[in-house]
T-cell receptor, first 112, second 109 residues
């Protein structure tokens, strides 16, 4: 059974629209993260949350907003979508202080 | 420049051959982790390796913190080992991983 569930697996969106990427983890971890992988680029850190509080934000644009409604949820809302936002978005989690990270299978987003 | 350099960028092996993948860091590190990325894109953790040598089946990871490097050795490669191997630097205390571009491995039958 997958320990980190990301939904949807694939997503096609129109430029200017808004989408929410879902992430739930069932590992009992207290820290959750979002990463982005674009073509020909390394996986890029976006956000980290610990106990549902923002720890670090490396995303320049306010169009990307994490939302944590429960301690094992960290969704990613993206507004005013642009074609450059096309990428695979990975959610990850860890137990703070242990640093062994587990990744979800990703949401592949295509903005047309 | 890139904080995490992986080499080689790509590698083609015949089944049964061994592989040595390298990861070098330009900054000091708290720890590092090796991942395998399947052709479909999902990431699998191979080793969380702050220092020293760890073994898991045909895989061995060795991290030398002082020299800012880590290696991943794959012995007796199999076609199912094909995919991309990523190393990531763990630095600071906010959970930020800094990834390299990866080594793409193709194992031919």
């Amino acid at each position: 059974d997958p320990k980190i569930i990301q939904k949807p697996k694939y997503l096609v969106a129109v430029t200017g629209s808004e989408k929410i990427l879902i992430c739930e983890q069932y590992l009992g971890h207290n820290a959750m993260y979002w990463y982005r992988q674009s073509a020909k680029k390394p996986l890029e850190f976006m956000f980290s949350y610990s106990y549902q509080k923002l720890m670090d934000n490396q995303t320049a644009s306010s169009r990307f907003q994490p939302q944590s409604s429960k301690k094992n949820h960290l969704d990613l809302q993206i507004t005013a979508l642009k074609p450059d936002d096309s990428a695979t978005y990975f959610c990850a989690s860890s137990q703070e202080g242990v640093s062994d990270y587990t990744f979800g299978s990703g949401t592949r987003l295509l903005v047309i | 420049g890139q904080q995490v350099q992986q080499s080689p960028a790509s590698l083609v092996l015949q089944e049964g051959e061994n592989a040595e993948l390298q990861c070098n860091f330009s900054t000091s590190l708290n720890s590092m982790q090796w991942f395998y990325q399947r052709p479909g894109g999902s990431l699998v953790s191979l080793f969380y390796n702050p220092s020293g040598t760890k073994h898991s089946g045909r895989l061995t990871s060795t991290t030398v913190i002082k020299e800012r490097r880590s290696s991943l050795h794959i012995s007796s490669s199999q076609t199912t080992d094909s995919g991309t191997y990523l190393c990531a630097l763990i630095t600071g205390n906010t959970g930020k991983l800094i990834f390299g571009l990866g080594t793409t491995l193709q194992v031919q039958p």
